[in-house]
């Protein structure tokens, strides 16, 4: 099983919609979780940190299940600059506590 | 306030060359990582440096080294270059102590031919 596993899409959504992205991790001792996006041929840039109890800035809501080790963004009324790909991120616990693990991303294409 | 910067920006090499990367991390920022981003991949974790030590070393030989100086930025080493070592190189800093954010360079887009 791969440690961060995340649909790689390509999400096609029209202007104003509703998206939701989800990612699971396998080290259940992971401590801190991210949602990163990244632009077609630039660097990552931290969108959110999700937090237990979920949290929400603005269009985009994050939120994590720890039981089901599962984490997902929700993006409501969809703007064109959106369109990126949103990497879900982990970060470890213990000895590997300073390393981030990607998953791959999710594509998202926001059509007007 | 400056961000993280890397230079360069493109480089081209030969197979069985040496590349070397550099890195200045943001401001108030004291540690470093590298990741290694193929196309189409997420980031790959290569090391870590802070207090001028690598801490922490993701799946990659040895022929990836680094090195941190006194002002905390750094350089990634990479000898014996392969195809496949073709990617995107990213440097992350972060402060110790922080809640886990790292914040990403523009990265090195190497092509090994």
């Known amino acids: 099983r791969k440690e961060v596993e995340q649909d790689p899409g390509p999400f096609n959504v029209p202007e104003g919609a509703t998206v939701a992205f989800n990612c699971t991790y396998s080290n259940s001792a992971s401590q801190s979780f991210f949602w990163y996006r990244q632009d077609c041929r630039k660097e990552p840039k931290l969108l959110m940190s999700v937090y237990s109890s979920g949290n929400e800035d603005g269009r985009f809501t994050a939120q994590l299940n720890r039981a089901s080790q599962y984490i997902s963004l929700l993006i409501r009324d969809s703007k064109l600059s959106d369109s990126a790909t949103y990497l879900c991120?982990?970060?470890?616990?213990?000895?590997?506590?300073?390393?981030?693990?990607f998953g791959k991303g999710t594509k998202l294409s926001v059509i007007p | 306030d400056a961000g993280v910067t890397q230079s360069p920006t493109h480089l081209i090499k030969t197979r069985g060359q040496q590349v070397t990367l550099r890195c200045s991390p943001k401001?108030?920022?004291?540690?470093v990582s590298w990741y290694q981003q193929a196309l189409g991949q997420g980031p790959q974790f290569i090391f870590q440096y802070y207090e001028e030590e690598e801490r922490q070393r993701g799946n990659f030989p040895d022929r990836f080294s680094g090195h941190q100086f006194p002002n905390y930025s750094s350089e990634l080493n990479v000898n014996a270059l392969l195809l496949g070592d073709s990617a995107l190189y990213l440097c992350a800093s972060r402060a110790r102590g922080d809640g886990g954010e790292q914040y990403f360079g523009p990265g090195t887009r190497l092509t090994v031919t």
């Open positions: 401001s108030g920022h004291d540690t």
């Open positions: 991120v982990v970060l470890g616990s213990g000895a590997g506590s300073y390393q981030l693990t």
